[in-house]
């Protein structure tokens, strides 16, 4: 089954910890990215790779951290100094210039 | 100017409407123009690709006039399956990522 898999759907942390979002691809991809997307708000860009081990920052980097070890996996870490982490991460993959395509996100939740 | 703007809506029409949603890009070296669906708490789905020339994807319409850095989306005979939210997205100034607006709601009603 090809896709982008993200887990786990919904996440729940307390403040001050750090925590890993998965995301995997088998779509044979090379770019992959992660949003963020706020409740009524539009998507923003955190950090996005192009190729595995190089990855750049978006719009919102800061707290947060990724790795691209290998081409199918992009895992983001939010880290504690992220000031609001709750919100909906979606992961992205893209082949050359054509359309992205997502997965089905996960829902973190900081208390 | 924001990189990607949208009518910030929501629309609310009957079944039936033809419903038109417009946005505007700052990227004027853009090269890349979509058009994506999002339903409440999903992911974006692509709906369509605007190319310069204009597309028709069934009851979809897309518009891309790179002189005023304009795109539209048409929707005919709506239904209400069509009720979801609609993004505008456009390639960032290096061409790397995509840029998404927030997005303009569309509810059809019976």
Request: glycine share 8%; net charge neutral; aromatic share 16%.
């Given at each position: 089954d090809g896709g982008i898999t993200q887990s786990p759907k919904y996440l729940f942390r307390k403040e001050g910890q750090n925590v890993t979002l998965s995301c995997e691809q088998n779509l044979n991809h090379?770019?992959?990215?992660?949003?963020?997307?706020?409740?009524?708000?539009?998507?923003?860009?955190?950090?996005?790779s192009q190729i595995v081990n190089d990855f750049q920052k978006g719009d919102i980097a800061?707290?947060?951290?990724?790795?691209?070890?290998?081409?199918?996996?992009?895992?983001?870490?939010?880290?504690?100094?992220?000031?609001?982490?709750?919100?909906?991460?979606?992961?992205?993959?893209?082949?050359?210039?054509?359309?992205?395509?997502?997965?089905?996100?996960t829902r973190l939740t900081v208390t | 100017r924001k990189e990607v703007e949208q009518d910030p809506g929501p629309f609310n029409?009957?079944?039936?409407?033809?419903?038109?949603?417009?946005?505007?890009?700052?990227?004027?070296?853009?090269q890349s123009f979509f058009w994506y669906r999002q339903d409440c708490r999903k992911e974006p789905k692509l709906l369509m690709s605007v190319y310069s020339s204009g597309n028709e994807?069934?009851?979809?319409?897309?518009?891309?006039?790179?002189?005023?850095?304009?795109?539209?989306?048409?929707?005919?005979?709506s239904k209400l399956s069509d009720s979801a939210t609609y993004l505008c997205v456009v390639n960032n100034r290096a061409g790397t990522a995509l840029i998404f607006g927030k997005g303009t709601t569309l509810s059809v009603s019976s």
């Open positions: 090379d770019a992959m990215y992660w949003y963020r997307q706020d409740p009524g708000q539009g998507l923003r860009l955190i950090y996005y800061e707290g947060y951290s990724v790795s691209r070890e290998k081409k199918e996996s992009f895992p983001l870490t939010v880290t504690s100094a992220q000031k609001n982490p709750t919100a909906f991460y979606l992961c992205a993959t893209r082949f050359g210039e054509h359309e992205q395509y997502f997965g089905p996100g | 029409v009957p079944e039936g409407a033809t419903v038109a949603f417009n946005c505007t890009y700052s990227n004027s070296a853009s994807d069934g009851r979809f319409t897309a518009q891309l006039n790179r002189a005023s850095q304009y795109i539209s989306l048409l929707i005919r005979d």
